[in-house]
């Protein structure tokens, strides 16, 4: 399974929009990025996922480089409630685990 | 939907003592679940992969004994630790995948539940 890398910490305003960069430079091409994240004590939650297209759900948007070594999370207007933990996951097609990193504590402030 | 629900959410139990978590699926089928464990300001990691009606696969390290993993239907997961110790006192969580495509581009994604909080004294 590939390795990512992510700044361990990000603040971002409340109303303005959450980048979230991952490296993720030795993926291979059958496996698809993942995009968790967890609020203090609970369970992770699903947020969105792709393969090598930008993709857009109710959430955020995932947008995956060309050569699909990196990619970012986008939450255009962050809440206060969307301070958590955030793993990028490169899932193994194979396996199908989802092994996580140590994520971006994301801190929405006021 | 895609609901997974965990049982109990906290248990404090005494040193060598058994304790058993439940991990249930509860608006789908899930031939494969898995067991996370997260101690605090750690992330999950994942201790064993179970499938229904077979033996579970533990991750290195994972010590298969003494986490003892039950898949005996398409709906439910038990985990039992045995004869607990103050070490093993960590956030528990599961999580299912759907036998069948929830229509995510043939994806069988994962769920999962709310986490078991367990304190060994």
């Known amino acids: 399974d590939a390795k990512t890398t992510q700044p361990p910490s990000m603040d971002c305003a409340e109303g303005r929009a959450a980048n979230l960069p991952c490296n993720h430079s030795?993926?291979?091409?059958?496996?698809?990025v993942y995009w968790y994240r967890q609020i203090h004590s609970q369970g992770p939650q699903y947020i969105i996922h792709?393969?090598?297209n930008n993709e857009t759900n109710e959430m955020a948007s995932l947008i995956i480089t060309e050569d699909r070594k990196s990619s970012t999370l986008i939450l255009p207007h962050a809440t206060l409630r969307d301070t958590a933990v955030y793993y990028c996951?490169?899932?193994?097609?194979?396996?199908?685990?989802?092994?996580f990193g140590q994520g971006t504590t994301l801190q929405v402030k006021p | 939907g895609a609901v997974v629900s965990q049982h109990p959410s906290r248990v404090i139990c005494k040193s060598g003592t058994s304790v058993k978590i439940e991990c249930r699926s509860l608006?789908?089928?899930?031939?494969?679940m898995f067991w996370y464990r997260q101690f605090p300001k750690q992330s999950l990691m994942l201790m064993a992969t179970?499938?229904?009606?077979?033996?579970?696969?533990?991750e290195q390290g994972v010590e298969k004994d003494k986490f003892l993993i039950n898949h005996a239907s398409l709906t439910l997961s038990t985990l039992t630790v045995t004869s607990a110790h103050p070490e093993d006192s960590s956030f528990y969580i599961c999580?299912?995948?759907?036998?069948?495509?929830?229509?995510?581009?043939?994806?069988?994604?994962?769920?999962f539940g709310p986490g078991t909080r367990l304190t060994v004294t």
């Open positions: 792709g393969l090598k």
């Open positions: 030795t993926i291979s091409g059958n496996e698809y």
């Open positions: 999580s299912a995948r759907a036998t069948r495509d929830r229509g995510l581009r043939g994806r069988y994604e994962q769920y």
């Open positions: 608006d789908f089928q899930a031939t494969t």
């Open positions: 996951i490169p899932r193994g097609a194979r396996t199908g685990k989802l092994i």
């Open positions: 179970s499938n229904e009606g077979s033996k579970a696969t533990y």
